[in-house]
């Protein structure tokens, strides 16, 4: 397995400058942004394609990008004329049914010239906290997708590195947070520059012939590695199905289904057998079923692979058009990440029999957003915040489910409570993790979180979660973690919402998330009895769930297990 | 103190892995005299003892009384955290968030990995209290704190039997008042424990940062002040009763006792030693802009010096990855600290690192390194696995017969055959090739540093000089200058220990802060003065306690501004002149506007400017040692000539490969002694590797100034 005719050393040199040239992009972006979402929770992405549009290397800070980012720029791309960007020339767009996902995702795209020649294209992906629509955050429960906020085909944003007012107090005018939103702009301004600038050093240093031709080895390299990776994988076909709570508007539950084929052409993922799509925001795009299964390949990978053309020529969906894993315009799309999300625990519950080391029992596996806005009195300002919270992670063959941690394609961080409380009219009032939520394991699944926002002015505020009905599914005996609960407390008086609704708050309300644990892998009464009394010591777990989950009798008073105590309840079991 | 003549003599002692290297600097003629003893992990303040007596065996003339100061550098608090040995410790904050350590930033460290851990949290949940109380964002009491509630916790603290306890409440940084009624609280039951509040420690926004800052103060502290305490008492044992200090993460010094009450202030001990080094260097010789490059064993450290003064940074983790392209985003492993410390760019590139072909037949250097510990192939200690250094010395860049000076012998023939097998014969390379490729490619992740500390904070290597050292430095550093276009390199003198002289050109610097978050365009600017003298006043006591530092402590302002919304700041130095007044606030906003530009390639001058911390450094001054200059002078450099012998150089001669070339001692190097490229520069501890198109110019002081022919 040489690589004939390249020199090993140039190549390696050149790969390594194109890494670092998207992670200088992705440090641009977040220290210049100016919105929580993009500065703080790293809810962005940055990527170099070629002049044919091939991927070749990419800053990801979210995995649920590496499928969706990587088909919307070229078709963006192509729908608007690669012949008609010149250099300076950006294009902006967000469109679900170009190739995108939900509305907030809005990327830039900007030709590389080098010496009058197109080399290439520099984009990057920006999770805006408002793009207009019928709620604060543009997340919600809605009927079309033209509710959920601007839409945007590829235009020309940037033209001959100026900006275009026309279209930008245009854009903003749909949008409320338009300072923040504003400087995320410029910021991915500043993120693609950067991007240009490195690759137009990297060029005028080895030419542009051999530019190109490095760019080929290093996506042939990749192909190579991937097909060794995918040698390794068991062959054979795997499947599972499983349920979203709901959709937003009925309590019908939405099934999804997953069918795995592993064979030497790659894997080939099949989601015939999902609903139909919803009038309800749940559905997602061709492009986020398919980021959902390009992680779930890269995951039981070697952790070293690098990601480009050569990686997704092994991934293979095949999704039904008209399901809510390939809906059809105009149907809304801002929940759909809990269809792209809840498809990754499958995937991997699918392969569990096949690869029970390399996988996780179910984890939160919801997007579980926060969203709200209205006028913040001490600006006058249109504010909007939006967050995603933690979970329970899954349980492994060999160890427990990490507590309050963002999974799969999510990995966005939490906002701090004082950075908040500064910037917006909001008393974060509770901020812990929730003992006894987790799935009952031999390796348990880990604690969900609770985080209670108090109100002190009026305010809209929107869930757009999933999780109430059912927690996560252990694995090989392993149990369910907790199901959520989303709370309006109101003097005092506890009521419980849905999982995907907008609610108006008056002065004083809380509302109050208390996340999924996560699943528990192997049989709970199998579980180490000194595990189970550090969990107890900890107050992770309650004495009780100790001895009725897992068959284990505490000592409180000498923090000890009481082992015959513990023989006997395990009797039989 | 300083003046008396007969307290001339400093001594420096920096703790390593391998060794602990003990410097001795005659501060009026600038003689140097140098120990190095193994050091003693176990113990390690007798491997600090060692160095310090064997210093006065091998300058005989020198007394105890002679001593003026001692500065330490040592990596006891990381280690504690690094190994999971930090003292237990009680965490106390606001009704609600007792979880804030175990939730962290909620993210995983890696993004594909399904067996991923979180860093366990440094207190266990069971000591984490809550008690009533809450401010809100401006420091307002909306919830006043409960007394009998608080008793209570102190009860339970007190029977958890803890030897630290750490304090953070939220919005503390607006107000202290609830922390400091809490620590006295604690302090009243606890006469013994120590106690660090969050307001004390730093007192910025954000509580997780702020936490995770003063669990660690708290956490090792104990340790710390354990250590220091043993080391003050040996020093006694050796009749050395001068002042003890103890080198920061952020390149200043401060005396043993502010050490023990505030150690995280000195995690990163060790190297920032090599960026003041590198730094005193460098404005000794009128280059006050210099790249450090210092490349050991398993790693290799780059940190950019501006006018004289190292790059900090605040966004720093204890324990996490530290390596290029992280910066950024280094967030789920390891513990933050939101301390000053130098800002360097750590990667995993050493003599010991390992090369290897991957599955996709691609020549990979690193991560894994073979350590000293079977070591390189060459060494013949077991390793099996070829790295760098066996590729300097297939390649000829050093002389199997004169390794450590001659103490120990190199194996080719063994380093030959690994690079072959592992490396050249499945890539279809000669041996040469593919050595050459080893060392190649692990430049190419060293240039990244470099650039990663240069152009990415929007400097241009070009305006810089490379000072480089540490065992492997100088075999690499003209490659690297060639490669990330800096024209000239600088050897120190003693590259092998340079970073420990940088203990002795520093001076006492203390921190302070205070968090504003005010718009410029709302600030009242009364506020800044009153804010900046306040710490002032608090520095001026703090600079009382530190002997060696002479005459009146200076003051260092600077500002963390951001444009308003944004949230990470730029750290703006104060406007010349001592009042602050709308004037002064519209320079300083300027200054920001460009700071940005330079950064981001843009400026936003309609949007407001946001002040978020104010910092005033406190700095003592401690008189520089002299250099001493060389005795012999000639430009000739023949006399220090030892010998030729082919040396593989592909990348500049054309493709011939191997060049018959020139080795030199340096210890016989006259002052003025010019030499061009392709050379070879010897010493006991380390090998400078010229490369063609390069001359070297040795200085008035034996350091070795390299430039690239013009």
Redesign the interface.
Known sequence: ????AVD??K???I???L??AA??M???L???????NV??R?DFSCAFFDKDLRSVSQA??Q?VHLGSFVRHVPIAVNRYGPENLGPGDMILSNDPYGGGVHLNDISLIGPVYWQAQLVGYTACLAHHVDVGGGAPASIGAFREVFQEGIIIPPIKFVIEDELDDDLFRLVLSQIRSK??TA?DF??Q??SN??GALRINEIIDRYGLDEFDRYINEIIE??D??TR??VAKLPRGVFSAKGFIDNDGFTDEVVKLEVKITIDDEGVRFDTTGSDPQRRAPVNSTFAQTYSACA?AL??L????LPVNDGFYRYVHVEAPEGSVTNCVHPAPVVGGWETHVRLNDLI?EALAPAMPD???AGTKAMQCHSGFGGENPETGEYYCFLET??GGYGG?S??DG?????THGQ????A????T???YPV?I?????VPDSEGPGEFRGGLG?RR?YMFPEEATFTILADRDKAGPRGLFDGERGSKSVYALIKNNEEEHLSSKTTVQLQPGDVISYRTSGGGGYGPPFKRDPEAVLTDV????ISQKRARERYGVEIDLDDQSVNDSATQELRIGK | MTDSSDARFRIGVDIGGTFTDGTLVDSISGQVTTSKVLSTPADPASGFISAVEKLLDLDASVSPDDIEHVVHATTVATNAIIEGKTAKTAFVTTEGFRDMLEIARQIRPSLYDLQFEKPAPLVPRQLCFEVPERLDAKGEVVTALDETALAKVVERIVESEVEAVAVCLLHSYRNPDHEQRIGKAIAARLPNVIISLSSDVVPEFREYLRASTTVINSAVAPIVSTYLASITEKLHAANITSELLVMQSSGGVYPAAAASDNPVFMVESGPAAGAVAAASLGTALGQPNVISFDMGGTTAKASLIRNGQPSITKDYSVGGAAQAGTGAFGGASGYPIRTPVVDLVEIGAGGGSIAWVDTGGALRVGPHSAGADPGPVCYGLGGKEPTITDANLVLGRLDPAYFAGGEMSLDLEVAREAIRVNCAEPLGLSTEEAAHGIVEIANTAMVNALRLVSVQRGHDPRDFMLVAFGGAGPAHAVRLAEQAGIPRVLIPLGPGTASALGLLVTDVRMEGSATLIVRSDEIDVSLISSEFARLEKAGRDAHRIAASASGEPEFERAVEMRYWGQSFELSVPSPVGSVIDQAWLDELTESFHGAHETAYGFRATDEPVELVNLRLTTVGKISRPQMRKLDNVDSDATVALKGNRPVYFAESSGGKGIIQSPVFDRSKLPAGAILNGPAIIEEPDCTTVIHPKWNVTVDDFGNLGIEQNR
Do not use: H
């Not at chain 1, 977040?30 to 929580?36: H, L, Q, V």
């Not at chain 1, 990490?402 to 963002?406: C, N, S």
């Not at chain 1, 009032?429 to 993790?433: K, V």
């Not at chain 1, 010591?537 to 992770?540: A, F, R």
């Open positions: 397995m040489t690589i004939a090993p050393i190549f390696e040199v790969r390594n400058a890494t670092q992670e200088e992705a440090i641009a977040r220290r210049s942004a100016y919105s929580t500065k703080t790293q990801f800070t995995p300072r923040e400087g410029r910021a301004i500043a520059r950067t390299y990749t190579r590695r060794a990776e992680y890269r995951a990978m070697d952790r070293d991997f390399a996988i996780c919270l933690a492994r060999a160890s990490p507590d309050a941690v963002q990995n966005t961080e939490n701090p409570v004082e950075e409380e500064s910037n008393r009032t509770r901020y812990e993790l979180l209670d010591l900890q107050g992770k």
